[in-house]
């Protein structure tokens, strides 16, 4: 997977610096209920699974979804549609590594 690693939950984006961060952040009830899709940031589809530890508590796991090919013009939609609705450049014609690093770029003046 290659960093960061990019939630949309319905239209809200969020980025994480690392997988487990990301593993930490998403809730089981939500991943239950399909809140997010999830991507890396070279548009490959991610799985989040749930599985409990040895207590018992639930957690979640990150893997590539194998099935599916990376769908970086998708990705390049949504971040696009992200930074319009910021009422930020949505940079039609940028990259997808481009629009990551803007949308990383504005989450970090939060």
Do not use: W
Not at 44 to 60: F, M, P, W
Not at 75 to 95: H, I, P, T, V
């Amino acid at each position: 997977m290659r960093l960061p690693i990019i939630a949309d939950n319905r239209g809200d984006i969020t980025l994480f610096d690392s997988v487990d961060a990301a593993e930490r952040y998403l809730e089981p009830v939500d991943i239950r209920n399909q809140e997010y899709e999830l991507f890396d940031s070279e548009g490959t589809i991610l799985c989040a699974n749930i599985s409990k530890d040895h207590r018992g508590v639930e957690r979640i796991k990150l893997e590539r979804d194998d099935s599916m090919s990376p769908d970086q013009s998708r990705l390049c939609r949504k971040l696009s549609a992200y930074l319009q609705e910021l009422g930020l450049d949505g940079g039609a014609n940028c990259s997808l590594s481009d629009l990551v690093q803007r949308v990383g770029d504005f989450a970090k003046e939060r």
